[in-house]
């Protein structure tokens, strides 16, 4: 009976011994995992950039007569998209055309009412020449971004998809509007613009005015 006990203490040792590895092998692989994961993904954001205040924009084209007159005809409406060289009004007996294709997004249809040169008769949103552009911070990484560069960016209206671009223009001076005087003994940080181009073909979902995150890869 001794012996039998005895035997049976051994066989618990032994499995405790077993089951003392195995979880000491499972936690080191599970610190292996996590420091190697935790590299990766330093590795990774060491590289990029973030840049959060950011926003897609595209080029605003204004239609105008080159000789004043009374608008007789409106062609077009608010939202509607034409395409290059489309009729957009008719001011006394000249008819106005647009030089590029995009969205209508100023038309106020007034007709009859008098015209001079240079006054608005409708705004164009070339969406074709849509870009991301975002507010960088001098000290946040600025030094670090070069035409070229890959970035990816995402907008608050599709939240997890990410969009392909590459960087293509930084703004050689600040955004400052004009000269700001402060009390403070403390020098202001500058912002400057980031401008990042993309297939617009690929996302037509994309809208101009829509705000965006960008992340610049710099390897």
């Not at 926003?55 to 000789?67: D, F, G, R």
Request: hydrophobic fraction near 40%; avoid cysteine; charged fraction near 25%.
């Amino acid at each position: 009976m001794t012996h039998m006990k005895e035997e049976n203490k051994e066989e618990r040792k032994k499995e405790n011994i077993l089951k003392k590895g195995w979880v000491q092998s499972l936690m080191a692989m599970v610190v292996i995992f996590g420091l190697t994961g935790g590299f990766l993904f330093w590795e990774s954001k060491k590289n990029t950039i973030l840049i959060e205040n950011a926003e897609l924009k595209a080029p605003v084209i204004n239609v105008s007569p080159a000789s004043p007159g009374v608008l007789n005809f409106l062609y077009v409406t608010e939202g509607e998209r034409v395409v290059e060289n489309s009729q957009i009004a008719m001011i006394g007996s000249q008819i106005i055309f647009t030089k590029n294709s995009g969205i209508v997004s100023f038309a106020p249809n007034v007709l009859g009412s008098y015209v001079s040169p240079g006054q608005i008769v409708a705004s164009i949103i070339n969406d074709q020449e849509m870009t991301v552009v975002g507010k960088i911070e001098e000290t946040k990484g600025l030094r670090d971004i070069a035409k070229g560069q890959r970035a990816t960016f995402t907008v608050d209206a599709f939240s997890g998809k990410t969009y392909e671009g590459m960087v293509d223009e930084i703004s050689s001076t600040s955004d400052d509007a004009g000269v700001l005087f402060s009390i403070s003994d403390k020098r202001p940080v500058k912002k400057f613009d980031v401008k990042v181009k993309f297939n617009v073909a690929e996302y037509p979902e994309l809208k101009n005015g829509m705000s965006a995150k960008i992340t610049v890869h710099t390897k």
